[in-house]
Every structure is written in structure tokens, then in C-alpha cells.
């Protein structure tokens, strides 16, 4: 068992959609959340990092998470063309980063 | 100005030869990686330097031989490429374990 699990998709949704995008991870002793962006043939981008439960908000994003159910979620309001990108969840536990499988996100106009 | 540069962007050789990546960042960090993304887009980290020296070093295969002469740079050098190390590489680097920021990668392609 991977220490972070992501489905995979493909997902996709009409622009303006509201999109979720969830994983979760088997150790309780992760401390740190990310999501990362990565558009084709780019390295991933940090999106956005948390460390506690509860939600984050940064304009159209919201990070969530959920220590109790060990699950993290990323809420996309207004979906964008311009989001279409694979997404990884990403969690940090004793100095190492552990990454879901992405999920590949297609935004249609 | 971008903050963590590897070269080459793309990488075509034949099976058995030896190549290497370069990587280097600008943001101060102490900490830098290797990581190899497969065609399903599993991140998989393969080596991590802290102040040039190794801390993280996964079961990879011996031919491959990461080195930093400082903690700006981490190279990454392969010996005798097989057709299964053709994947995306991505060097990246972090301070104090936190947010970790990538490269743009190296399409390595065995043929």
C-alpha cells in the first residue's frame, strides 16, 4: 500500500465547474499537507501547503484537510481552461515527501 | 532567475552509454533531490542531499551516482543507461523540509 493514494482520473469537467480532488495517506504521523500543479512538460508547482485540519483558502482554491479520516482534498471553484493540469496530493513525514499518483484534471471551455 | 535549473531538458542517448544532469538552485536551500517520475506520473524519489551531504538514498540501482560539490548544486550522473531508465527527472530543493520546489525536469529517453 502506497503511504499516499490519489485516483488517478482522468477527470473531466465544463468550465466553471466546481471540481474536487481527494486522496488519502496511512500514517497518522504525517505533519505537512501539499498539493502541486503540474501542467505538461513542466515540473510540479506548489499550489498550496497546510499543516493543520481544517480548510485553506486562496482565491478559486480550498485545501482541506481531515486528520481524524487521514483524508485531504482540493476544491476548485470556477474551473478554468487554464487549470487543466495532472494534480498531486503530497504529504511530509520525517524529513521525506510522499506523493499520490496525480489526478489528471481537463477543464472544457 | 528561476529558481531551481537542471540541464538538459531533454536527454536522447543509446543503451549502455553514460550521461549526467545538472541541477542548480538559487533559493538558498539546504536540501536537495532527485526524483524520477515514471509515464503514470509517479513521483519517486530517488536521492536527497542536505548541506551536500546524502541523507535519503532509495533502493536505486548503483549506476546511478548523485553528487554535489556544493549545496547550490546536485548532479546526477548514470552509468551504462538501460532502456528502463528512460522517465522524467526532476530535481528539486527545500528548506528546513518544507516546500519543496522542482525543476522543470530532463526527458531521458533510452533508446
Known amino acids: 500500500q502506497k503511504e499516499v493514494e490519489q485516483d488517478p482520473g482522468p477527470l473531466s469537467v465544463p468550465e466553471g465547474a466546481i471540481v474536487s480532488l481527494n486522496c488519502t495517506y496511512s500514517?497518522?504521523?504525517?505533519?505537512?499537507f501539499m498539493w502541486y500543479r503540474q501542467y505538461s512538460r513542466k515540473g510540479p508547482e506548489l499550489l498550496m501547503y497546510?499543516?493543520?485540519?481544517g480548510n485553506k483558502e486562496d482565491g478559486r482554491f480550498t485545501a482541506q484537510v481531515d486528520k481524524s479520516s487521514k483524508y485531504i482534498s482540493l476544491f476548485i471553484r470556477d474551473s478554468q481552461p487554464s487549470d487543466s493540469a495532472t494534480y498531486l496530493c503530497a504529504s511530509l513525514r520525517s524529513n521525506q515527501f510522499y506523493f499520490g499518483t496525480g489526478t489528471s484534471l481537463t477543464v472544457i471551455p | 532567475d528561476t529558481a531551481v535549473s537542471q540541464t538538459p531538458k531533454y536527454l536522447v542517448t543509446q543503451m549502455g552509454n553514460d550521461k549526467s544532469i545538472k541541477c542548480e538552485q538559487n533559493l538558498g536551500h539546504d536540501t536537495m533531490y532527485w526524483y524520477k517520475q515514471d509515464s503514470k506520473k509517479f513521483l519517486k524519489i530517488m536521492f536527497s542531499?542536505?548541506?551536500?551531504?546524502?541523507?535519503i538514498n532509495e533502493t536505486v540501482p548503483n549506476r546511478f551516482s548523485p553528487k554535489s560539490p556544493d549545496k547550490a548544486h546536485l548532479n546526477l550522473h548514470i552509468n551504462s543507461l538501460e532502456l528502463g531508465d528512460s522517465a522524467v527527472y526532476f530535481c528539486?530543493?527545500?528548506?528546513?523540509?518544507?516546500?519543496?520546489?522542482f525543476g522543470s525536469g530532463t526527458q531521458l529517453s533510452v533508446l
Open positions: 528539486a530543493s527545500s528548506q528546513e523540509d518544507e516546500k519543496l520546489f
Open positions: 500514517n497518522s504521523a504525517f505533519q505537512y
Open positions: 542531499y542536505n548541506n551536500k551531504e546524502l541523507i
Open positions: 497546510t499543516y493543520s485540519s
